[in-house]
DNA sequence: TTAGATGCAAATGGTTTGCATGCGT
DNA sequence: ACGCATGCAAACCATTTGCATCTAA
């Protein structure tokens, strides 16, 4: 990472309407609809290329991706995808609030399919990251922001080692 | 931070004789002797630059500093320092557990002069960084780690932003 | 004296940007 | 058609590395 560009804070739901009720019909279960609707529900453009990235982000169930990753998912699955457009789509989806982006310092930015509530658990060795489910790590009484600042997320990061390397 | 060294875990204390006891004499509240006998206990070898930047990091109290903000300072302190002496510096710190790397996946790495149980705010807007006092956030039970791994550590990043923005 | 430190500049590598071309609405 | 999207390549920037020169022990 080069820039600093805020982690997107809390979610910054839709901009446009929500749908009232999710009743989709025979849409149920076909991914790719899904992803066309998720687009248009958050106010991007389905291109082929964002339905493509969401339709391997969003069918496999949660994920950690990082920009490379996804590109070469990408071109393995003959979508002509460039690096910028990974990089651009990444943080669209980011803003949204489709993705998480998370924190591990690493050399890489990971972003998180998983937007809910829940922390991580990073493998030093071998740069890999995975879901803490959400009960699994208490942060007990959140502290006292400074005057003038609340709260906008709070990363709980859980590093592991090999045992006795 | 561009290629991905393991952040220093749990605190790979001296490989040389820990002093038996720290009577120091007239030398107790001088930086400089402190600084120099902090590096022989760690092994590494106080030289001149070693020492200016060991001084310019504890001689404060508790800081967060980036290997620019560090160099400047030494710059400024009139110390002829480079920049890649600075970043190897702070990792050779990091290493021997005199400083502390914090994950905030800023563009930038972070190094915490306060190596006790903390955790830290961030404030977005400002990519400040802040020590939250150890009893301010409670991580309930820790997570149990897959098979073969142990907790190396926990990072507790709370992430501010301004009020209403 | 000599292993370890330092400085410089060049290389690295993830990420971003500028701009011309393409495509969804 | 209009304007956002995309692709490409160059730009960026924090960080690392290679190597010649120094320096603490």
């Given at each position: 990472?080069?820039?600093?560009?805020?982690?997107?804070?809390?979610?910054?739901?839709?901009?446009?309407?929500?749908?009232?009720?999710?009743?989709?019909?025979?849409?149920?279960g076909?991914?790719?609809?899904?992803?066309?609707?998720?687009?248009?529900?958050?106010g991007?453009?389905?291109?082929?290329?964002?339905?493509?990235?969401?339709?391997?982000?969003?069918?496999?169930?949660?994920?950690?991706?990082t920009?490379?990753?996804?590109?070469?998912?990408?071109?393995?699955?003959?979508?002509?995808?460039?690096l910028?457009?990974?990089?651009?789509?990444?943080?669209?989806?980011?803003?949204?609030?489709?993705?998480?982006?998370?924190?591990?310092?690493?050399?890489?930015?990971?972003?998180?399919?998983?937007?809910?509530?829940?922390?991580?658990?990073?493998?030093?060795?071998?740069?890999?990251?995975?879901?803490?489910?959400?009960?699994?790590v208490?942060?007990?009484?959140?502290?006292?922001?400074?005057?003038?600042?609340?709260?906008?997320?709070?990363?709980?990061?859980?590093?592991?080692?090999?045992?006795?390397?």
């Amino acid at each position: 990472m080069t820039q600093s560009r805020p982690i997107a804070p809390g979610v910054p739901l839709p901009t446009l309407q929500p749908r009232p009720a999710p009743l989709r019909g025979d849409l149920t279960g076909c991914p790719w609809h899904d992803v066309k609707e998720k687009l248009r529900e958050v106010g991007l453009r389905p291109t082929r290329q964002r339905m493509a990235l969401g339709w391997i982000l969003f069918a496999k169930g949660d994920r950690h991706v990082t920009a490379e990753m996804l590109f070469e998912e990408a071109t393995h699955a003959k979508v002509p995808v460039s690096l910028a457009t990974v990089y651009n789509t990444l943080h669209q989806f980011t803003e949204v609030g489709l993705l998480r982006q998370v924190a591990v310092d690493g050399s890489k930015a990971y972003f998180d399919t998983n937007n809910t509530e829940h922390h991580h658990f990073f493998i030093e060795d071998q740069n890999d990251l995975m879901d803490i489910p959400a009960s699994d790590v208490v942060v007990g009484k959140p502290p006292i922001p400074p005057e003038g600042y609340e709260i906008a997320r709070i990363d709980v990061v859980v590093r592991l080692r090999r045992k006795q390397g």
